[in-house]
């Protein structure tokens, strides 16, 4: 006997960030045998000053219970969109995967603040194969590839800060808006694709469960801002330490600022009690990348493919 199945698209809503995470570690889980988001902290992504999850997330249902799940994000100048797809592996999920897909193109060109030109994003795991040709078949081009790279704790060296070098921590109130000026200068020269917005950044800081005080760190030369790592605690392995945003200022570089940089986050974290760092980096982005955490330690884990399209 064959047993029909009810399917709905439906729109999203501020309890849906449960289901996207389940959806989402589920997945996770699957491929890698570890979660990817607590609840709150996917929450500050979810429901951001940007993000609306009844405007712009979508949800799969089948006999009224969620199989998938798919949050878009843009922000000003709009030049960019991401699509992140929550949608675990079984018989139907490739079918699920591009109506969720479709419809969140669909909720990207309903906005009028996005140009047609603009660039969207959708990051897939590298093992995950089938959703590689999916989305490919979707008019998406692989664009580079992300390493997520690891680092044990144990024995980590002292940092050692140039001369006219060091560091403040960073995370009250009063610092997020100067922290953040340090990301969008030291970021500048980042792919069109990538961006992040003020208001985002400041929400982050504040609402992400993740962003414990005093764990990111800003080098400074005297009183000039040389370099930044934001950094949270991992949510993927336990007793583990995320460097989530991590760039020195061009004019800077060269001098051992990044170097002492992530060292001094090493610490940070092994002071905490935490036995290894994380941090994802842009495989070939720029010269000296990967190497400059290799030298520290860190190998990588996993890897993600990221695929860009334009718009229309």
Partial sequence: MVVAMAMRLRGGTVADVENFARLINEYHQQLRGEDLWQIDELASLLVSPSSDPVQFDRYLEVDGVAVGGLHTHSSAPYRKAALYLACPLGPNRLSYAQHLLDAGMRVLRGRTEIPANATVQIDVPAED??????????????????????????????????????????????????????????????????????????????????????????????????????????????????????????????????????????????????????????????????????????????????????LD
């Avoid at 044990?152 to 060091?166: K, R, V």
């Avoid at 051992?256 to 842009?282: N, Y």
């Fill in 129 to 310: 194969s089938e959703l590689h040709e999916l989305v490919r078949s979707l008019g998406f081009a692989r664009a580079n590839q992300v390493a997520i790279m690891e680092a044990e704790l144990a024995g980590i060296s002292t940092p050692e800060w140039p001369g006219g070098f060091h560091y403040s921590e960073f995370g009250a109130d009063s610092d997020l808006r100067a922290g953040f000026a340090i990301v969008k200068t030291a970021f500048a020269g980042m792919p069109a694709w990538w961006h992040v917005e003020e208001r985002d950044f400041v929400y982050m800081m504040r609402h992400d469960p993740t962003a414990l005080p005093g764990l990111s760190l800003v080098a400074l030369r005297h009183n000039e801002a040389a370099g930044i790592a934001v950094n949270f605690e991992d949510t993927t392995r336990k007793n583990t330490g995320l460097i989530g945003m991590f760039a020195v200022m061009p004019h800077m570089q060269g001098q051992g600022v990044g170097k002492a940089l992530l060292a001094q986050s090493f610490q940070q974290f092994s002071k905490l009690g935490w036995t290894h760092a994380r941090l994802a980096t842009i495989y070939g982005y720029r010269e000296g990348e990967p190497s400059i955490y290799r030298a520290a330690g860190m190998r990588p884990v996993h890897f993600n493919e990221t695929f860009l399209r334009t």
